[in-house]
């Protein structure tokens, strides 16, 4: 058997055998656009399907959901890991979900961490994990389970409020205790798995229709506020306590894990008649105490993903109008992707050709840096027409996450390659390297380059030289921040 060890790539520049050709000559860019869906587990809208289903089925499904995330060529996941003070993984601080095994505090039997394997399964497919937390929601209604004796409803109750008929429970966000304990709930997460981000959806203080009309019951806390010698006017105090519990987790997420990616999708408009054209609306600002240009513009986000819930032709509420508004104010030059939902809409067709167009006008007004996030998983699935028009238009090839400048710009080392002849087999490994996300293989065939982008996990690739007459071949490293390495280029000859 003809076997021919054919050259190997070695740091430095260093090249056993043939040498290279002008480094990154006529080698293409690489797309870049974060295409990403949320996985929503609260009342089991995305995952698990029900309560207390099969491990194997549960397994089954996230497997499902991943694959059509990789044949959409889509890049990102965001996974809701606490519901509500409740757990997706074994933890100590917070009890298993009842949306995953059907009672609160039961683990899943046979047992597994389903964190884990979602993490697993999400990077052997090159699709980066973002951890989604509600940090302040204690009880969901959907729940229909007694509470875990180690739950906060029973080791805390002086957290937490009942919000009355709504069925929600509330901690209290100007709470010290809250705040600490729901820090170190996304602390635990962020150092014991490999996410590649934590994420906060719109849930800061409760919405207006789950108090009936009432004030936030925080009259303890805030007592004991004004007799301490506090001086701030009421909400301003309630959106301080939000505020410094957001600046403070992004600070703590750069200090120990500089490459987490922190983000917020704030509901999709700042103010009521703001901008002017959206006139008299829901305000985030005076009913969620959520502050959401403050956190945009101080920089304490990595990406932004207001959610633009609202179609293209909608007079007051249209998307392209509050997009373009959202872009103006990004002084602090961090990423925005726009969440957009998939089911406002009379039919499939026209909820699939709203959602191409909102992605187009988005890739016209983000420019180099463009993205949106999905709201959410199961509408893949149902709508079969928005799969079809995703994965033939603007979805059709693959795309990286665009980079995180402000985070870093260092170039990675280029990996070590060996490439081999075996007959008409081309083989091509590489080092690989706990730093990298992605490698990146480039390819010429009559001189024109291709390239297919591969997860983390895979260190090589085979290709049928007589079939596909390649000519030469690069391959070139991404880092968690999204940087690529240099790319060498290699001539392939028999």
Do not use: C
């Amino acid at each position: 058997m003809k076997k021919m060890l054919f050259m190997t790539i070695l740091l430095g520049g260093l090249v056993m055998g043939f040498g290279m050709r002008a480094i990154e000559e006529d080698l293409p860019t690489i797309d870049r656009e974060m295409r990403a869906a949320w996985v929503a587990t609260v009342a089991n809208i995305d995952w698990p399907s029900e309560p207390g289903l099969p491990v194997e089925k549960q397994q089954e499904e996230a497997i499902e959901i991943l694959d059509t995330l990789q044949e959409l060529n889509m890049n990102a996941v965001i996974f809701q890991v606490r519901p509500h003070a409740d757990a997706l993984y074994p933890s100590e601080l917070e009890p298993w979900s009842y949306y995953l095994t059907g009672e609160q505090g039961k683990a899943p039997d046979p047992y597994y961490d389903p964190v884990e394997f979602w993490i697993e399964e999400s990077h052997a497919r090159g699709i980066e994990f973002h951890a989604w937390f509600n940090p302040y929601r204690a009880v969901h209604p959907s729940m229909d389970s007694d509470f875990s004796e180690d739950s906060i409803m029973e080791q805390h109750p002086e957290w937490v409020y009942d919000l009355g008929d709504s069925g929600f429970w509330w901690m209290d966000p100007a709470m010290e205790e809250v705040q600490d304990h729901s820090y170190a709930v996304i602390k635990d997460v962020m150092e014991r798995y490999d996410v590649d981000g934590i994420h906060f959806d719109d849930y800061f203080y409760p919405y207006p229709d789950y108090l009936n009309g009432e004030d936030f019951p925080d009259d303890e806390t805030w007592e004991a506020y004004v007799e301490a010698g506090g001086t701030m006017e009421r909400d301003d105090w309630r959106r301080d306590a939000v505020n410094r519990f957001v600046e403070r987790l992004y600070e703590g997420i750069k200090a120990e894990r500089p490459h987490v990616i922190f983000s917020i999708s704030p509901f999709g408009i700042y103010r009521s008649g703001v901008p002017e054209t959206v006139g008299e609306t829901f305000d985030q600002y005076e009913d969620l105490y959520a502050d959401a240009l403050l956190w945009y513009q101080e920089g304490w986000v990595d990406f932004y993903t207001p959610q633009l819930y609202w179609p293209i032709s909608r007079i007051r509420l249209s998307f392209p109008v509050l997009l373009r508004w959202w872009h103006d104010q990004n002084v602090a030059e961090r990423h925005l992707w726009p969440g957009l939902v998939l089911y406002h809409h009379d039919t499939d067709e026209e909820a699939a050709l709203e959602t191409v167009h909102q992605i187009m006008i988005s890739r016209g007004i983000l420019g180099e840096d463009p993205g949106t996030v999905h709201f959410s998983m199961r509408h893949y699935h149902d709508n079969e027409t928005l799969f079809e028009e995703l994965k033939e238009g603007p979805y059709a090839e693959p795309a990286l996450v665009p980079s995180y400048p402000w985070l870093s710009t260092d170039t990675p080392p280029a990996p070590d390659t060996e490439v081999e002849i075996n007959e008409e087999e081309l083989e091509v490994s590489w080092t690989t390297a706990e730093e990298n996300f992605h490698y990146v293989f480039y390819y010429e065939v009559d001189d024109e380059w291709n390239y297919k982008i591969l997860p983390r996990t895979q260190s090589s690739i085979s290709r049928n030289i007589a079939e596909e007459n390649i000519t030469a071949i690069a391959v070139s490293a991404i880092d968690r921040y999204g940087n690529e390495s240099e790319r060498r280029i290699l001539p392939i000859e028999e």
